[in-house]
């Protein structure tokens, strides 16, 4: 089946410093990706929706200066948080779309990446 | 704009018991699909059935069944033979074709 691989999974760094987590589709090619933020004991919310070589579409009350998404490849997508702080401290979720929804889910998903700023 | 709506933050079922997520969405489109994931704490997002909005008959997966009412837009799971491994977040989502929408989400507890 389709696999996508988030990296990290756990990341911990100080106020003000910028982090990169990765999305790969390791065996299928992923015409969309889309991150999600995910507060503790609530629902996904998608913060922006990336197509390979286009800019993101960012959701309303996303800051796309902060939240760098970039989708240079149909297998690889990367969200930077920039000047990291506390609040962004949360659970980010990365899925990949081939397009078609197949007989499964449309979305295959990352195992998540655990973000704290201190 | 479409929404998914879980009425139910949190239920709990005796093992082996059956117990029913309820789901409501709005939609103006015709074409569209449904779909129930599963949340463990390991968080991994795991789907457990799917509903094509065409189809009339309601999809079912071993000890998961939805009832499917697309007039009512309402789009329930029903768990049979609750086990406790079947404890998570249960989050009801909708498909357009762009983007998937997510209900709140419902804990689900198994008391053994």
């Known amino acids: 089946g389709a696999v996508v691989s988030q990296h990290p999974s756990w990341v911990i760094c100080k106020s003000g410093t910028s982090v990169k987590i990765e999305c790969r589709s390791l065996d299928f090619q992923a015409t969309t990706m889309f991150w999600y933020r995910q507060f503790p004991k609530q629902s996904l919310m998608l913060m922006a929706t990336s197509n390979e070589g286009s800019k993101a579409t960012y959701e309303q009350g996303v800051e796309k200066d902060k939240f760098l998404i970039n989708h240079a490849s149909l297998t690889l997508s990367t969200l930077t948080v920039t000047s990291a702080h506390p609040e962004d401290s949360s659970f980010y979720i990365c899925?990949?779309?081939?397009?078609?929804?197949?007989?499964?889910?449309?979305?295959?998903f990352g195992n998540g990446t655990r973000l704290t700023v201190t | 704009a479409q929404t998914v709506t879980q009425s139910q933050p949190e239920m709990s079922v005796q093992e082996a018991e059956t117990v029913t997520l309820s789901c409501t969405y709005d939609t103006s489109e015709s074409d569209y699909y449904l779909f129930w994931y599963k949340q463990p704490p390991s968080r991994q997002m795991i789907l457990v059935i799917r509903?094509?909005?065409?189809?009339?008959q309601n999809a079912t997966e071993n000890r998961f069944s939805v009832n499917f009412q697309k007039a009512a837009k309402s789009f329930s799971l029903k768990i049979s033979d609750s086990q406790l491994g079947d404890a998570a977040m249960y989050f009801c989502?909708?498909?357009?074709?762009?983007?998937?929408?997510f209900g709140k989400g419902t804990r689900l507890h198994i008391l053994p």
């Open positions: 509903q094509e909005a065409y189809k009339q």
């Open positions: 899925s990949a779309s081939t397009g078609s929804t197949g007989n499964n889910s449309p979305l295959h």
């Open positions: 989502a909708y498909w357009g074709g762009d983007k998937i929408i």
